[in-house]
């Protein structure tokens, strides 16, 4: 027993030893994360934070973290910033990779070389207000943050000073004129000659005509991506909108439905722009080319079961969007080829009516022959397992 005791005693005090021994200036950073540890740095110079980490000391490395965790920092002698290295390499197949990335190690940076607790509010348009947004949740919502474009800036100019005014595009008075626009494609449902997609009922999706709209009945557990191919495509240059009427009155789910458009080639990646909306007054907005949705906001012009009229006007590099005629969001749009197709996601098992389908420009009405309205559209469907299956990890 005295012997144990002497061994405890023995471990214990060089284990003591070795921790006293540690170098409380090490600086010790995963080449994977070398890159985006200077670009803190030289955006922190910039709005006039200097630091040191190289003398100062930060260790930054990977690991298997649990409980759906990108990110931890240690507040250790140096700090110690851990990343999950199985997330690291799930986000780093899609598009929008090397800003995810850059969130999560600025994120970390945010708690380690700043140290910024969480913090969980929102801007005026329902935008996370930092990228240090984490920890315990609120209201469930997912971590998922809109780190691109000018929200950058803003992020960043956040990032280092938490005072910073609240940014224009998180402004709900809408920047820009939306009127000038002239109809290119339109379909009423009314009649069969103003339905499209009738043509590809099947027993896992059927669609008819019910009372000037259109019916899906999807008995399968899984999305449909429900596309029109457009005769002539709409250059990525040119002002346009898009809208479609929608009723989903299964109010006990919080599936996700809502439309589609870009630059199709029949691939399952292609980079398909989406805006869709849920009966829990949930939105969420994002392009399938990128690992998960850019954000989820809580609307409250969101009808739960009622009709919802979905829109969105590309202007310039932006998209606005709209629910019920409230201007609820802008952010840049991520395709670059021309749209050639739109439609709309029906969600898993689910029975969902859409009305006026409606494609514009900006600009005078085109004469025939050159008017596209009600000239034929072909249809596709596909079937897709998980529509966006990834949520943002915490961190
Ligand atoms: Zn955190």
Excluded at 242 to 251: D, G, K, R, S, V
Excluded at 331 to 339: F, P, V
């Amino acid at each position: 027993m005295a012997r144990l005791n002497f061994y405890f005693v023995f471990t214990f005090f060089a284990l003591l030893f070795l921790a006293s021994c540690k170098d409380p200036h090490e600086f010790r950073i995963d080449p994977a994360f070398a890159d985006y540890l200077q670009r803190f740095e030289n955006e922190g110079a910039i709005r006039g934070t200097n630091l040191t980490p190289q003398t100062s000391g930060l260790i930054m490395e990977f690991a298997t973290l649990k409980d759906s965790t990108a990110g931890l920092t240690h507040y250790e002698t140096p700090i110690r910033i851990e990343i999950d290295k199985t997330y690291w390499n799930a986000i780093a197949n899609s598009a929008g990779a090397d800003l995810m990335k850059e969130d999560l190690i600025f994120h970390e940076l945010g708690h380690g070389l700043l140290g910024r607790p969480h913090l969980n509010t929102t801007l005026s348009n329902n935008d996370w207000k930092s990228i240090l947004c984490g920890g315990n949740k609120v209201n469930n919502r997912p971590w998922n943050i809109n780190f691109r474009g000018v929200r950058r800036k803003y992020y960043l100019d956040e990032l280092f000073n938490e005072n910073t005014a609240e940014p224009a595009f998180a402004s709900l008075t809408l920047p820009v004129d939306t009127t000038g626009f002239a109809v290119d494609y339109q379909k009423t449902f009314d009649n069969t000659s103003q339905a499209m997609w009738l043509d590809q009922s099947s027993s896992q999706l059927n669609i008819t005509l019910d009372n000037g709209r259109l019916r899906f009945i999807s008995t399968v557990n899984s999305n449909f991506l429900v596309f029109a191919q457009l005769q002539t495509p709409i250059s990525i240059n040119t002002d346009f909108s898009y809208e479609l009427t929608f009723q989903y009155p299964t109010l006990s789910n919080s599936n996700q439905f809502g439309i589609i458009f870009g630059h199709g080639t029949g691939g399952t990646t292609d980079p398909t722009e989406y805006f869709t909306i849920s009966n829990t007054q949930k939105m969420q907005m994002g392009n399938r080319s990128w690992y998960s949705f850019y954000t989820e906001l809580t609307k409250s012009s969101i009808l739960t079961g009622g009709v919802n009229k979905l829109k969105v006007f590309k202007i310039g590099t932006f998209l606005y969007y709209f629910i019920n005629n409230v201007y609820c969001y802008m952010s840049e749009i991520e395709a670059t080829n021309s749209i050639n197709e739109a439609g709309l996601m029906v969600p898993p098992l689910s029975t969902i009516w859409i009305d006026n389908f409606k494609i514009s420009h900006k600009g005078a009405l085109l004469a025939p022959p050159v008017s596209k309205t009600n000239q034929q559209i072909t249809t596709t469907i596909q079937k897709v397992d998980n529509f966006i299956p990834n949520n943002v990890f915490n961190k």
